[in-house]
């Protein structure tokens, strides 16, 4: 038996997903009553509707079978996350299991400002002139107090870079000032609980393929970005909540038609920098595909028939297919077998028939 208190609980539809899996069959939540409901059994339903605000809840976890103190330690792992729940005390066979928690409030002080570095983008190459402008955002956002808020959006063709500078720029900011959102899985309720509910709200917002959220869940991005910074939200059960909300968004657009047009453009209107990202040239592509290299203690040497097969052969610049390219075909890249293979196979894919001349000399120039 687990006796359990949590306290400041608010409700959570993102963290529970997992949860409500690992917990079927094996924990049964007998709880007290809570807001002048009583659940049993059902922790999903505990969690999303019975609790809310700065209540302080005493629930007794009771476990059918066998239950380790490593489960009741990833139970709480996943529960405290997202800074909702505050697990004051667990007792496990009358064992105390200290709940590594932290105060959301008092945790405040201790988090690291950001730190503005050109660090985390050491590995992407000819992107120098995009990254300045996205990070003299961030700085005259952090300078200003989160007054001055130029939000941006990288867009251009596939595989030039987007998404890894999206990941270096989560990567500088860190977890406690950055929320990496994904565009097409995120919902209205999982963005309300992160901006509405959550103890602290992290002032920086990271969309990946933002034109790809539905409408329908855009309406509290819209707000969010808004001049006002403000999240607000009118239900029958709460009434009217507002909260201050001044985050700095960047996000990756893969199409930017759909963008300007989403909201009768409403969302891109509030985007101050459309930063461009150019497909790589070769001498980038070189670079990247090196980078893959050496990663996986390669050999150097197949990078360019790699490189040649995807220029004149495929024409096709996405660094993603040139390290497929690269990374399976080793060794048979250099003696040509390996080429042959792509080369006969890509034709007949099209129908077309072999051409003995282009074959010998993307196989000739690698010997
Ligand atoms: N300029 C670059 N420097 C270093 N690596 C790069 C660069 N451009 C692309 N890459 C590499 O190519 C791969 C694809 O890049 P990424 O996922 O960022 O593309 P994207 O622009 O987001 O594409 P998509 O539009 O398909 O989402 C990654 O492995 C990334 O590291
Ligand atoms: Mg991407």
């Known amino acids: 038996m687990i006796q359990i208190t949590l306290k400041k609980a608010v409700r959570d539809y ?48 009771s476990f059918d079978g066998n239950v380790t103190e490593q489960f009741v330690s990833d139970l709480l792992a996943a529960l405290l996350p997202a800074g909702w729940l505050q697990v004051t005390e667990a007792l496990l066979e009358q064992e105390v299991v200290e709940a590594a928690t932290a105060d959301p ?16 983008f050491s590995h ?7 990254i300045q402008i996205l990070l003299s955002s961030v700085q005259a956002f ?31 900011l860190g977890p406690h000032h950055a929320t990496m959102l994904d565009g097409p899985s995120t919902t209205k309720a999982g963005a309300e609980q992160l901006f509405l509910n959550a103890d602290r709200i992290k002032p920086f917002v990271l969309v990946e393929e933002i034109e790809k959220m539905q409408p329908h869940h855009m309406l509290w991005l819209l707000q969010l970005l808004d001049e006002r910074g403000e999240i607000r939200k009118t239900t029958a059960k709460h009434g009217h909540q507002q909260r201050e909300a001044r985050v700095l968004c960047i996000a990756t657009v893969n199409d930017l038609e759909k963008f300007r047009t989403l909201m009768h453009g409403a969302l891109s209107s509030r985007f101050a920098h459309e930063v461009f990202f150019p497909r790589p040239d070769n001498n980038t592509l070189r670079k990247i595909v090196l980078r893959e290299i050496e990663k996986v203690g390669g050999n150097p040497a197949w990078a360019e028939p790699a490189i040649n097969y995807c220029a004149f052969v495929e024409n096709n610049t996405d660094p993603r297919r040139l390290v497929s390219v690269c990374l399976s075909g080793r060794d048979g890249l250099l003696d040509g ?31």
Request: proline residues 4%; negative net charge; contains cysteine.
């Open 105 to 120: 409030e008092s945790t405040e002080e201790s988090i690291e400002p950001v730190r503005i570095s050109t660090e985390p």
């Open 14 to 61: 993102t963290g529970i997903a997992p949860l409500r899996k690992e917990l079927n069959g094996r924990i049964r939540l007998v709880l007290d009553t809570v807001s002048g409901v009583i659940y049993d059994g059902r922790a999903a339903a505990f969690l999303t509707d019975a609790v809310d605000g700065s209540v302080v809840v005493t629930t007794t976890v």
């Open 337 to 367: 077998t390996y080429l042959r293979a792509l080369y006969t196979n890509y034709m007949l894919s099209r129908g077309s028939t072999v051409d003995a001349e282009l074959l010998s000399k993307l196989i000739g120039e690698q010997k």
């Open 142 to 172: 952090v300078d200003s107090g989160h007054q001055s808020r130029f939000h941006s959006i990288m867009w251009g063709p596939p595989g030039c870079g987007k998404t890894e500078t999206l990941r270096s720029i989560a990567k500088m």
């Open 124 to 130: 992407i190459f000819d992107r120098e002139n995009q």
